[in-house]
């Protein structure tokens, strides 16, 4: 088994339709190896062995069940601990890494998930992912719109406690080599069905292509040591607008706007962007945007700087209801949206496995201080919270 869902249920996890604890679903599932993240280099050593009639231990970004942990593997809090802890929970919650061997016991004595590190993805793999030829013929009306985008790299360094993107392509850049992007931008050109038109050059957050730095396991969003220049995005923002064939370049993938700088923005709205460029600064409340591990940007700075290039417009995408919102911050945040006039959307905090944010709704704990955080759980209170916002609009 793979995919999204599997890859964050791969624990003891927080399941918020049923509301209680649930085993890793290699159990539920009775799968035989569960492949986390992106899954190449894992489906290609699986199809491999398969082919030799090798076992399935011990490939590197999959789960399998194991009877003993092996050396050199990090053990989390049992199953029955976390059940009986919600600190334990915590403390499970800050071992989470794809970068590490884990091993969770399920069953006393014996019985325990075993987790390979993830693979190191290189840019050379993501040139042969994509570059692969495809037809970028799409049927279904609903994802239309979409089939001439271009990924420009894997990962995000912005670690927001409510998104599960670590856990799945990690927190480290990987960004594919120009050379590859031109290629299948020139590949694309010569495709019928192709009217100019590049739906989306970009990645998880769009502009941190170019920002890879695996020196060590730090947060790089705020490291002295991380290339913010937006040199090689803007190079290839300009080489693809130059070829033959392209009319026009979209950027529809969402920017870290408290990572850019005025040159990138300024290509970005004169070039990339159509109407209005969406940003997510999800709230306005300090101590909500520590919990949310979203508070390194200046928001008014950033509309200030973008009002002075004088075109385009910005929306914005704020959550409520996420774990530290009280009415007190909702009112906050109803208070700034008036005077922002342009909220494109706001979300209801819904807590997604093995996020940080989730082990927060679960025990009302920060799992790093373990001090106690007011969640917003009653159906009633959320209502009022999107009551008092005021917007017709949510999701
Ligand atoms: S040195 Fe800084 S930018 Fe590089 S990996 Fe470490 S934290 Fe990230």
Same mark, same amino acid.
């Given at each position: ?10 624990? #003891? ?16 599932? /009775? ?22 009639? !090798? ?26 601990? *976390? ?28 019985? +325990? ?10 840019? !050379? ?6 570059? /692969?030829?495809?037809? $970028? ?28 993107? $670590? ?8 960004? !594919? ?26 990645? =998880? ?5 170019? %920002? ?19 040199? $090689? ?7 693809? $607008? ?14 870290? +706007? ?29 101590? *909500? ?19 002075? /290039? ?16 009280? %009415? ?22 819904? =807590?997604? =496995? %093995? ?13 790093? #201080? ?26």
């Amino acid at each position: 088994m793979g995919g999204i869902e599997a890859s964050l249920r791969r624990f #003891t996890h927080y399941d918020y339709w049923d509301n209680k604890l649930k085993k890793s679903i290699l159990l539920d599932s /009775l799968a035989d190896i569960l492949v986390y993240g992106n899954g190449e280099k894992q489906i290609l050593e699986i199809a491999s062995r398969l082919k030799n009639n !090798r076992d399935l231990f011990g490939i590197n970004g999959t789960c399998v069940k194991s009877n003993n942990v092996p050396p050199r593997f990090i053990e989390l809090p049992s199953h029955k601990q *976390v059940l009986d802890s919600k600190e334990k929970f915590c403390d499970m919650q800050n071992l989470f890494s794809n970068g590490h061997n884990l091993a969770e016991q399920f069953e006393l004595d014996r019985g +325990y998930i075993l987790q390979f590190k993830s693979p190191n993805y290189l840019p !050379r793999d993501l040139d042969e992912y994509y570059e /692969l030829p495809f037809t $970028r013929e799409i049927k279904s009306k609903e994802i239309m719109g979409f089939e001439f985008s271009i990924v420009t790299h894997r990962g995000c360094i912005g670690n927001c406690n409510f998104c599960s993107l $670590r856990l799945l392509s990690g927190d480290k850049i990987v960004s !594919r080599t120009e050379e590859s992007i031109i290629r299948e931008v020139e590949k694309m050109v010569k495709m019928p069905h192709f009217k100019g038109n590049i739906d989306d050059l970009g990645g =998880p957050s769009a502009n941190m292509y170019g %920002m890879d730095c695996h020196a060590c396991e730090g947060e790089c969003i705020n490291c002295v040591k991380l290339n913010k220049s937006h040199s $090689r995005l803007i190079k290839l923002m300009k080489k693809i $607008r130059s070829i033959k064939g392209v009319k026009k370049v979209f950027v529809r993938s969402g920017i870290r +706007y408290d990572l850019v700088n005025e040159e990138y923005l300024s290509q970005l709205v004169k070039h990339h962007v159509s109407g209005k460029l969406k940003i997510a600064p999800e709230h306005v409340n300090t101590e *909500v945007l520590e919990l949310m591990n979203k508070h390194k940007g200046d928001l008014s700075k950033f509309i200030s700087d973008f009002n002075k /290039l004088g075109c385009g417009e910005l929306a914005f995408y704020f959550m409520i209801g996420h774990p530290g919102t009280a %009415m007190k911050e909702a009112e906050e945040l109803a208070q700034a949206i008036k005077k922002l006039k342009n909220a494109e959307s706001v979300q209801l905090f819904t =807590p997604t =496995p %093995m996020t940080v944010s989730t082990c927060m709704y679960y025990t009302s704990l920060n799992p790093k #201080t373990k001090k106690k955080i007011y969640v917003p759980y009653s159906f009633r209170e959320k209502k009022e919270q999107k009551r008092i916002l005021g917007l017709k609009k949510f999701n």
